[in-house]
């Protein structure tokens, strides 16, 4: 028997949004009848026991737990529709990182210790998931989460691109660290071998220190949205008993 642990954050209106991303989500009012419209639709129609109800959310490509294509940094890199399965479904690993603290940089050094600190060896192919523990400061303290989080420093983000891990997942709302507007992850990420090799990245996160082992299956596969920049996803760990 496998076990699933969800890895997603609830979307919710009220849901931690980087500013960049604009207001979303919008769960758009009058669109979702509750039970007693849908069988007053129904009633007279020949159907006196149906209800059905159906409702329309907006949300920004990058809103809550998502997965970013290449062509979010590089102009000729593949969109979110063009990425295959097989490349965000597949081995995975965790290392804890939550040593780093707040602004603090998630370089090589933190990530070999990590690695050696679980007995695991980050493989070719892997996805690797960067448990900060950021996740903690949410609901209540959305500037922590969104301000101080840490991130790879460009030299963790070579690492990892060298080891062509195929996706670096984090639980906070970005991998790059908060404030640092050049983004050196992003570019290393998705930027630097595009359009033919790059580094899928997966933000915002949870519950990543609940995965039982360290080596598992990562599922974060995103909606083929055309020409999109990211898509959210269900990520879950399968860990195998
Ligand atoms: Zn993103």
Redesign the pocket.
Known sequence: MSQLIDLTAEITEEMANHPNHGRSPLFLSGTRMNHEQAEDTWRGKGVDDLSLVNGFVYIAE?NGT?I?APF?LHPDGKTIDEIGLEECHGPAVWLDVSDVGPKGEIGPEVLEDAASDAGIEVERGDSVLLYTGWDDYLPDDEATYLGEHPGLSEAGAEWLYERDVSVVGIDCGNVDIAGDVSMPAHRVLLREGAPDSYTL?V?NLRNIDEIPSHRFVFSATPLPLSGAT?SPIRAFAIVDD
């Open positions: 990058h998502h970013d979010h990245i933000e990211a």
